[in-house]
């Protein structure tokens, strides 16, 4: 597809890099010479310098023939505009990142009636990311799918538990309704294990399944499942705002700081259930005067990275069950003691997966159909849930007589209303909803996965 991106920022450069990944042809928009030639010098794109706004530039860009236009510079006025603009030269699909809650909160407006196919709110994403993890306290990560009931998880096994030393094929005995997608151990690759595998005290898996039978595998890996009641944000801006009402709404006691007196009174007038406090979110001693110890969970928003890093290392010292953190710049975490860290979401990725989601959804193949694309943490691996059709070369064949490419797994079958977490002896019929995950490669078409017949 002939994609358009204006805004050549942290968020663009992810989208871009993403989508050239993809197969797509780029053509980068910004106002910013140096920028654009960064961009053009370390990708294979077009570079246009000017307002994304201006049709004149959009010109430039021949928007007109795109397929796909996006707008996401940090400004939502300026993504609206450019958008509506796009929309009238001709542009196919047009997205627009919004932060501001005030544009997506509390009103209904067809976007779709002045050109705005999709918009996306990152700030809003990651609050709805962050709350999920409060389902789970004792995982890493938490990805919810599509398919409703199900979610993927990632969980350490811990040294002496139940599941060290077990080969991975004995843990489906135990719980049958779960499936181990993705392992990863010490430095090696992220894999997709195979069935004689054995786990080992300290790997992290990813796991796919129900609420009741990954708590009941969180128990296994010698977790100790206990709510969480009490959080401690840092950083009062966007995320927050959104964030704020959601933990309020599960009873969950908030302990906010924020810097900038005009916006902690702010959050205070329109969060008066929550403690607000004025001060740096870094200083120890205002940290220990809060009692951070006290709290079940840190959340560390700020917009300085190296801030958000430091405090949940420090949470983390300080006895903080579970620490989250957002990052822009993920090449700092491996300088970190990555064992020290929990969550990590970074807001690129998280927009540069929903804009692919959405951008995949409109490559309709002979054998299926893309329902949803999620990338597991920052890219570990990728899962992609498919509606097969009549056509699928693997449809009605039992999973034990299909080989699968290395790294490639059929993770769930979902058939009218019963999920099946597929065995052997499973077969895929047109009409079903089914989570394909690879690791360390796209998972593009149903038929691709399979391998080449010898």
């Known amino acids: 597809m002939e994609i358009v991106v204006v805004g050549a920022g942290t968020v663009g450069e992810a989208l871009c890099f993403d989508l050239i990944h993809e197969g797509h042809e780029l053509t980068l928009i910004d106002q910013k010479a140096s920028l654009v030639h960064a961009m053009t010098e370390k990708m294979d794109l077009k570079g246009v310098v000017g307002n994304g706004t201006v049709p004149e530039i959009q010109r ?3 928007v007109a023939s795109c397929d796909v236009f996006i707008s996401a510079t940090p400004v939502d006025e300026v993504n609206i505009v450019a958008c509506i603009v796009a929309s009238r030269f001709g542009a196919r699909h047009c997205i627009a990142r919004i932060r501001n809650p005030e544009y997506t909160r509390g009103f209904d407006f067809r976007w779709e009636s002045i050109g705005i196919d999709l918009m996306m709110n990152t700030e809003q994403q990651m609050a709805k990311e962050i709350v999920e993890e409060f389902d789970f306290p004792n995982a890493n990560y938490v990805e919810p799918s599509t398919v409703e009931g199900v979610q993927i998880i990632k969980v350490r096994i811990l040294p002496g538990s139940p599941l060290a030393g077990m080969p991975v094929l004995q843990v489906r005995r135990h719980i049958a309704g779960i499936l181990i997608c993705v392992l990863q151990r010490g430095d090696m690759a992220p894999m997709i294990p195979r069935a004689e595998m054995h786990l ?10 129900t609420k009741h039978d990954l708590d009941r595998f969180q128990n296994l890996a010698g977790h100790r ?6 959080v401690f944000i840092i950083g009062g801006g966007v995320t927050a705002r959104y964030l704020v009402p959601l933990l309020l709404k599960r009873c969950i006691t908030v302990r906010l700081i924020e810097r900038d007196r005009k916006k902690a009174e702010k959050l205070a007038l329109e969060f008066p259930k929550a403690n607000i406090v004025t001060g740096d979110g870094t200083d120890q001693n205002l940290l220990n005067e809060q009692r951070l110890a006290h709290y079940d969970v840190s959340v560390a928003l700020t917009d300085v990275d190296e801030e958000n890093l430091l405090f949940s290392l420090y949470a983390h010292r300080q006895g903080v069950r579970k620490t989250i953190s957002r990052v ?7 300088l970190l003691d990555a064992e020290c860290l929990d969550t990590i979401i970074t807001p690129q990725h998280l927009l540069a997966s929903s804009i692919i989601r959405y951008v995949r959804s409109l490559e309709i193949t002979a054998d299926s159909e893309i329902e949803d694309y999620q990338r597991l943490e920052n890219g570990v691996a990728e899962a992609v849930t498919f509606r097969v059709k009549r056509e699928a070369r693997l449809a009605n064949q039992a999973l034990r007589t299909v080989h699968l490419k290395e790294n490639i797994i059929i993770a769930l079958i979902k058939r009218d209303h019963r999920l099946i977490v597929p065995a052997g002896d499973d077969m895929v019929q047109a009409g079903d909803s089914v989570i394909v995950l690879g690791a360390g490669q796209s998972v593009r078409t149903l038929d691709s996965i399979m391998a080449a017949e010898d």
């Open 328 to 334: 822009t710049r993920s090449n700092l975490i491996p």
């Open 200 to 209: 080992e005290g300290g790997d992290r898996v990813h796991v796919i399944g």
């Open 60 to 62: 430039e860009a021949d």
């Open 225 to 230: 499942i206990s709510a969480f009641r009490s």
